[in-house]
């Protein structure tokens, strides 16, 4: 079972939570529509499952990435270099045919005087990635949520992810990455700022 407390609370709403009948259906259709028989026996309890899956892929709806930013604390040290947390797992769905985007996500930020727990950073991501996404809206949401609530000097995310719609069908391309950036403030406006940032998260 997960150790993180919160985690754990998240996912036992996300099992409990009925599927509703129409979902259920929904998923039949589907199954039928693939070419398989819902009603044979492996596939009996697939619409319930697939109901709760999506509930967990989503999950992020239900929160506002924000709240994970609002508990910041004082520096005392004088630190005020950049902060990065770099190549952080994650996995989201295309908005398009809603396959997998799997990849990770690098996120710094250049502190005023307050700074916040670093997990909050990896949590801000997949309060995002856990929604139908497109990679570069993903990428901007993480960045914009960082430079509205911590209020830094500059931010910066790059997005490095494989597309299951282009692996498992249309083009059927295998080990492409698709790279999005955004960058606010100083990594925006200064280039060395900019240089800095990049090459600490090995993306230049
Ligand atoms: N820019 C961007 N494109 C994405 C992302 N995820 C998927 N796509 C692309 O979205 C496009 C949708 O194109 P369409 O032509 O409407 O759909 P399609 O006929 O299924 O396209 P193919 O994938 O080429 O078969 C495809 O080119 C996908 O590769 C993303 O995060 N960002
Ligand atoms: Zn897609």
């Known amino acids: 079972m997960n150790v993180m407390h919160g985690h754990v609370v998240a996912c036992?709403?996300?099992d409990e939570a009925p599927v509703p009948a129409e979902v259920q259906e929904a998923v039949?259709?589907?199954l039928r529509w693939a070419g398989d028989d819902p009603g044979r026996e492996?596939?009996?309890?697939?619409p319930s499952r697939v109901g709760r899956a999506w509930r967990e892929y989503c999950a992020g709806y239900e929160e506002d990435p924000a709240v994970h930013l609002k508990r910041t604390f004082e520096e005392v040290s004088g630190y005020d270099e950049v902060v990065l947390l770099r190549d952080i797992p994650f996995h989201s769905h295309c908005e398009h045919h809603l396959a997998p985007i799997v990849g990770t996500a690098s996120i710094a930020y250049l502190p005023t005087d307050r700074v916040v727990?670093?997990?909050?950073l990896a949590r801000v991501l997949h309060g995002y990635a856990r929604r139908l996404q497109i990679q570069e809206r993903l990428t901007a949401e993480i960045a914009q949520c960082i430079?509205?609530?911590?209020d830094p000097l500059g931010v910066a995310v790059v997005?490095?992810?494989?597309?299951?719609?282009m692996t498992g069908r249309g083009v059927r391309t295998h080990g492409v990455d698709m790279v999005t950036s955004k960058l606010l403030g100083c990594f925006r406006e200064d280039p060395s700022s900019r240089k800095e940032v990049l090459s600490l998260m090995n993306a230049n």
């Open 147 to 150: 430079w509205d609530n911590l």
């Open 117 to 120: 727990g670093i997990s909050k």
């Open 42 to 46: 492996g596939l009996l309890d697939t």
């Open 159 to 165: 997005v490095k992810a494989t597309h299951g719609c």
């Open 12 to 14: 036992r709403e996300t």
């Open 28 to 30: 039949r259709t589907l």
